[in-house]
């Protein structure tokens, strides 16, 4: 079958996309931005990628005409900008429109689980974009599920920074809050299974896993099995903006996603009975294994996707490849020049840059700089990357972001997603047996020149020292 896979760089539709194409599917992939998306990670016959943006129905165009079913993932709910009720509905009217107008007889829609009486903004928002969808010419399948547990989803990163950084946790008392958690090999199989089926068709299914917890046991739980002793005392008196605050410092996410989680924590999420795993013959996977899972896929290097990179800031909205030529009037420079013992060694190193590898000189000042970071509003460096060794245009690193990664090349390229008074670049080159290290500003008017001078200094040192670290033996 010809199949349509919207928000394809998204933590889901990457976890799905090798399975359809495992399948004998032909899929073209909507993004936004080609750029951020790495189709070396994919089987390439049967593949294919446009630049759609559902915002703007001006790009729609370069959908085909001959799909036969389309996939709806299109989220914003950790938008940095606008009102994301509003952007989900522009999204869904234009993709309804649009869809009606191929020979498309199925849209699969993954949403959220919508049955207490009292939903989150989120949810609001999840149900209002089926009820959209649901009115257009095709054949509606909705599978709803809560939170979804696996290697890089948010639901389990955001656990496993509470977990592993708080050994006492003082939290809100929506960690009483139950849910419904779902592996995501689960969600994958359920998002499979249904492509094609006509008792599917015009259907709502809640998918979750066989337990029914809440969110301190599945914090506590989690803990067990990493082997530590955590304390979690319930407070009734957290204001949900001191929780958004809370969980913003402590994890990875963004304050926008912080703010929309908390509201969605605080309503129950679990599944009205329905036949759909026994018809497919779907196993389903217990809480406690879907960790498992996720950590033996973090211990192999094997994580497909994180949600974290498809997490970013306001300042690439118009797109990585906007970036990627680097500019040179107007500019601020740093650049080291030095000389290889071995360019191998080196570029192995570039290629394991940030993380847990950290950047090779004055680490705890890269920290401070991202703790910086996040109190103004910004990313921070919580994020990390996705693989120890591996790296693609378009994965978010710390608070940089990937523009370039070639290897054969021997180049690196960074955009910086920090709060800064300008424009910044990282780039590492490595030509015969030299390691070319620059850095780049563009200020933005008086206060980016201040900062770049403020910055010099300790620009002097660590550009120095992470230069001759990553040219070293070591």
Known sequence: MKILLTGATGYIAQRLLPVLLKNGHEVICCVRDKSRFDTSKYEQKGLSVIEVNFLHDETLGMIPTDIDIAYYMIHSMSTQTGSFESMETICANNFKECIGKTNAKQVI??????????????????????????????????????????????????????????PIMIAPRWLNTKCQPIAIRNVIEFLNAVVGHSETFNKSYDIGGPDILNYKEMLLRFAAIRGLKRRILVVPVMTPRISSYWLYFVTSTSYALAKNLVNSMKIEVICQPNNLAEKFNISLIDYDTSIKLAFDRIEQNQVLSSWIDAQTSDVLEKGISQHMEVPINGCFKDVRKTPLQDSNIALNKIWSIGGKTGWYYGNRLWEIRGFLDKLSGGVGMRRGRKSETEISPGESLDFWRVLLADKKDKRLLLFAEMKLPGEAWLEFQITGNQLIQTATFRPLGVWGRIYWYCMLPFHGFIFKGMSRNIAACL
């Open 109 to 166: 829609y993954l949403s959220g689980i919508t049955n207490d009486v009292e939903l989150s903004k989120h949810l609001l928002s999840r149900k209002n974009v089926e009820s959209i969808l649901s009115t257009g010419t095709y054949a509606l399948t909705t599978l709803k599920a809560g939170i979804i547990v696996g290697s890089g989803s948010a639901s389990f990163e955001i656990i496993r920074d509470l977990v592993e950084k708080l």
